[in-house]
C-alpha cells in the first residue's frame, strides 16, 4: 500500500470533477464516494445520489472553512493524497477504503480521530486498487493544520495495514529507486510506437556503458558508440562535474533535444556514483579468451563466499559491483539465455544500490569488477555462445546473488532483497534452460524396449482424440523416467505445462521417457523448489537446441571440385549424426583483439 502526496493546488471543484468523471481516456470505472469527515456525507454521494448534492455543492463545503481562516490564507489550499495497492493484492471493500482514508487523514495531521474541529476530507474511489483522497488545508477552529511528517506518518500506517490484511509489504523510500518515466513520457512512446521510453532505454544504455567501462574517457566513448547524444558539463577550472544524454531524434514540442542527466536516470548513474566504478583500478585478467568462462566462475563462486563479510559499507559496494556483472553478462551471454539474463540485471539493479554510503575496498567487490572486465574485453571470446562453458558461470552467478539477497534481508533492505529473490529466480531459469540445451548436444537415443511408454515417432497427422489420449499418457512417462520425483511432480501445478513439453517432444519424433531421463540427469533436483518447474525450463532449453539439430542435413556434403581442379571447403555447419549440433554463425567467432 502506497500513499503518496500530489501536488498542491488551489481548484477544488477541479479536481472533484475530474475524480468523479471519467477520466482522461475512460479509465474512471463507478466513481464514488467511500468516506467524508461527517459519515453522512458519504449518504450524499453526488454521483450515487445526484438529487440531494452536486459536485459544486461539495466542492464549496468543503472550501468553507478556508474562507474563514484567520490568518493569511495559503496559496495552494487543496491536499490530495492518492493511495494505491499492489497489482497482485486482493480488491479491498469500500469499507475497508473507508478505514484507511480516515486512518490517513489522522496520520497526516488533517483530521485527528476524535476531533470535531479537524479539516474537512472526502475519499473518491474510481478503481478497484486505489482511492483519492482531497482535503482543504484549513481547520473548522479557522486554523492551519500541522503537516509536519505527514507522508512519513502515513507510510507507517499503510504498514500495519499490509501486515494486516496480508497485502503486499513495501518500505518507505530509501531514495534508492530509480525515476520511473513520467505519464506524458510514456503516451509519447505509445505514439511513436516504441516498446519502452527514452529515459528507460538510456538507463539500460548508460549502466551497461558503466558497467564495463574503466575511465571517464571509456564510459563516454562507450556511450558514444552506443549511439546517443553526449553533453558533458565541464566548470569554469575546466573539471568535468556532470553529463547528459540523449537519444538521437527524442525532441520535445518545441523540437529541442530531451536531455537527461544521470542522477534524473537512476540513482547511481550520476558522475560521482558513475566514476565510483573505476576510483579503484581494476587489473585485467591475463588468460586466453576461451578459458574465460571458467576463470570468471572460479572468481564469482569466491565473490559469493566473502559478500558482505568486511561489514555494513563493503558489502554496500559489494552489492553494487555485483550489479555491474549481473549487466556485463546479459551483454555477452549466449543468444538462449539472453533474455533471461537481460530481465534479471534489470530486476536486480535496485538490489544494487543500497542506501547509504559504500566501501569500495572489499574483496568481493574486486572480484566482481575483474569478472565483469574480463567478459567486457573477452565479448568476442571463443566459447561465447557454448551454453555449455557458461552454464557453471551461471549457476555460480546464482550463488552471489543468493548471497547479496541473504545480506539485504539482515540489514532489512525489504525492496532490495526481494528485487534479489525475482532476479535470482530469472537466473535459475536460465540455469535450467542451459542445462537443457547441454543434454540436449550430448543426447544419443537408446533403441526402443518393447512395452515401453508410446511415443514411436512423429504423431502430427493423428486425430485429436488420439493427442488427448497421448497427453494422458506423458503420466507413466514421468514414472517411468523419475520415479523418485513423479508423485511429486503430477501433484504439482506447473505439471500440465510441463505435460505439454513432453507432448511436443513426443510430436517432434524422440522418446519422451528417454528426453526426460536426459534432461533430469543433468543437474540434480533435490534442491528445487518445483520439481516440475525446472523440467520445464530444461525441456524449453532442449527443444530449442534440437529444433536447430533435427532440422539440419543427416548426412554431411561431399566436397566437390572447385574450378582448377582444387577441393572445394566442405560445407560448415552439416551435421553428420541428429545428435551433435553444428556451430553457429556466432559460435564459430574467433577473439577480436581489443
Known amino acids: 500500500m502506497n500513499p503518496k502526496k500530489a501536488d498542491g493546488g488551489n481548484d477544488t471543484a477541479g479536481l472533484l470533477f475530474y475524480l468523479y468523471g471519467p477520466g482522461r481516456r475512460d479509465e474512471h470505472a463507478d466513481p464514488h464516494m467511500v468516506a467524508a469527515w461527517d459519515p453522512r456525507m458519504v449518504e450524499r454521494d453526488p454521483v450515487r445520489f445526484p438529487g440531494k448534492m452536486t459536485i459544486g455543492d461539495l466542492a464549496m ?9 484567520l490568518g493569511k490564507k495559503p496559496l495552494e489550499h487543496v491536499y490530495h493524497v492518492p493511495v494505491r495497492n499492489a497489482p497482485e493484492d486482493r480488491v479491498l471493500t469500500d469499507e475497508e477504503w473507508a478505514e484507511v482514508a480516515r486512518e490517513m487523514m489522522h496520520q497526516a495531521g488533517i483530521a485527528p480521530h476524535g476531533d470535531d ?36 506518518k502515513m507510510q507507517r500506517a499503510a504498514r500495519g495495514f499490509e501486515q494486516r490484511w496480508g497485502l503486499r509489504p513495501l518500505v518507505s523510500g530509501d531514495k534508492t529507486a530509480k525515476r520511473w518515466p513520467t505519464k506524458g513520457e510514456q503516451e509519447k512512446a505509445a505514439q511513436q510506437g516504441r516498446s519502452q521510453t527514452a529515459r528507460d532505454e538510456l538507463q539500460w544504455i548508460v549502466r551497461t556503458a558503466a558497467a564495463g567501462a574503466v575511465s571517464d574517457a571509456d564510459f563516454f566513448a562507450k556511450l558514444e558508440a552506443a549511439g546517443v547524444r553526449v553533453k558533458q558539463r565541464i566548470a569554469p577550472d575546466g573539471r568535468l562535474t556532470g553529463y547528459s544524454v540523449a537519444l538521437p531524434g527524442d525532441r520535445d514540442a518545441g523540437q529541442r533535444a530531451v536531455w537527461f542527466p544521470g542522477s534524473k536516470l537512476a540513482y547511481d548513474l ?16 591475463t588468460v586466453p579468451v576461451a578459458e574465460i568462462w571458467q576463470t570468471v566462475e572460479v572468481r564469482v ?20 559491483a555485483l550489479g555491474d556483472l549481473v549487466v556485463v553478462a546479459a551483454m555477452v551471454s549466449p543468444t538462449l539465455v539472453r533474455g ?17 554510503q559504500r566501501d569500495l575496498d572489499g574483496e568481493a567487490r574486486e572480484l566482481s569488477r575483474t569478472s565483469a572486465r574480463a567478459l567486457s574485453d573477452a565479448t568476442y571470446a571463443t566459447g561465447r555462445n557454448d551454453v555449455a562453458a557458461v552454464l557453471g558461470f551461471l549457476v555460480a552467478l546464482v550463488a552471489a546473488v543468493a548471497a547479496a539477497q541473504r545480506w539485504h534481508e539482515a540489514q532489512e533492505y525489504r525492496q532490495q532483497a526481494q528485487a534479489a529473490g525475482r532476479a535470482g529466480r530469472l537466473l535459475r531459469e536460465a540455469v535450467e534452460v542451459s542445462a537443457g540445451a547441454v543434454a540436449a ?48 511432480v503430477l501433484a504439482d501445478p506447473a505439471w500440465p505445462t510441463l505435460r505439454d513439453r513432453l507432448v511436443a517432444i513426443e510430436d517432434a519424433g524422440d522418446d519422451p521417457v528417454q528426453v526426460l531421463e536426459a534432461a533430469a540427469a543433468r543437474r540434480e533436483l533435490r534442491s528445487a523448489d518445483s520439481v516440475a518447474e525446472v523440467l520445464t525450463w530444461r525441456l524449453d532449453g532442449w527443444s530449442r537446441t534440437r529444433g536447430s539439430v533435427t532440422s539440419t542435413p543427416t548426412k554431411a556434403a561431399q566436397p566437390k571440385s572447385a574450378p582448377g581442379g582444387a577441393a572445394a ?5 552439416k551435421s553428420s549424426s541428429p545428435g551433435t549440433t553444428a556451430p553457429s554463425g556466432e559460435q564459430r567467432k574467433g577473439p577480436r583483439a581489443r
Not at 571447403?569 to 555447419?573: A, F, L, S, T
Open 340 to 356: 533471461q539474463l537481460r530481465r534479471a540485471a534489470l530486476e536486480f539493479e535496485r538490489a544494487g544500490r543500497a542506501p547509504g
Open 301 to 320: 563462486r569466491l565473490a559469493a563466499e566473502h559478500l558482505g563479510t568486511g561489514g555494513l559499507l563493503q558489502g554496500a559496494g559489494d552489492v553494487a
Open 117 to 152: 474541529q479537524g479539516c474537512r476530507w472526502v475519499a473518491v474511489r474510481h478503481a478497484d486498487d486505489h482511492i483519492h483522497i482531497v482535503a482543504t488545508l484549513a481547520r473548522q477552529d479557522g486554523r492551519q493544520p500541522n503537516l509536519r511528517q505527514d507522508i512519513v
Open 61 to 69: 463545503l468543503l472550501d468553507a472553512p478556508v474562507h474563514a481562516l
Open 270 to 285: 550520476s558522475l560521482p556514483r558513475v566514476r565510483e566504478r573505476w576510483q579503484k583500478p581494476t587489473p585485467a585478467l
Open 441 to 488: 548436444r550430448e543426447y544419443r537415443p537408446r533403441a526402443r524396449r518393447a512395452g515401453q511408454a508410446r511415443g514411436a515417432g512423429p504423431r502430427s497427422t493423428a486425430p485429436a482424440n488420439a493427442r488427448r489420449e497421448g497427453a494422458r499418457l506423458m503420466a507413466s512417462v514421468v514414472q517411468q523416467a523419475i520415479p523418485t520425483y513423479a508423485a511429486g
Open 569 to 573: 571447403k566442405p560445407v560448415r555447419g
